[in-house]
């Protein structure tokens, strides 16, 4: 007779670790984002001052409230076609990918210093495009 398969199996190593890594970007993503956010003249204060003193002024405020509940909606909706819709999962990405860039900036600033300036010499004229800066 074969032996039946337990119901539980354990995570092999490898998830586990993989586990540990995910959650560890994703708490050194919320540090560096609060610490950005919060410190004097922030991206908090920053993107205030410019909602504020743009064209658009106190307009742009209700059009950014409905853009996050449209994402959240989005996010959140339920599709009866699938049981499992990975659209949930992008924020844990994009909370890892800032953790990652928070965790390489400075091994970049201090080893890397010409590629950190390739880097923003590409994203020069992206940024004065998009943003006038």
């Known amino acids: ?13 490898f998830k586990t670790l993989a586990s540990i890594i995910r959650l560890t970007l994703v708490a050194i993503g919320l540090a560096g984002l609060s610490v950005e956010i919060f410190r004097d003249d922030g991206l908090l204060k920053n993107i205030f001052s410019g909602m ?4 658009f002024g106190l307009a ?9 509940f449209l994402l959240n909606r989005w996010l ?3 599709s009866h ?14 909370m890892m990918a800032i953790g990652g860039f928070f965790v390489l900036n400075p091994l970049i600033d201090t080893y890397w210093p010409s590629f950190k ?3 923003q ?3 020069a004229p ?3 495009f998009l943003f006038g800066i």
């Open 76 to 78: 959140v909706t339920y």
């Open 117 to 119: 300036a390739a880097v």
């Open 52 to 55: 504020i003193s743009s064209r």
């Open 1 to 13: 007779m074969a032996k039946d398969k337990p119901e539980f199996q354990p995570d092999s190593v």
């Open 121 to 123: 010499s590409f994203w």
């Open 81 to 94: 076609e699938q049981q499992h819709s990975s659209k949930g999962d992008i924020p844990l990405y994009v």
């Open 126 to 128: 992206i940024r004065h």
């Open 60 to 68: 742009s405020i209700p059009i950014v409230l409905i853009a996050v």
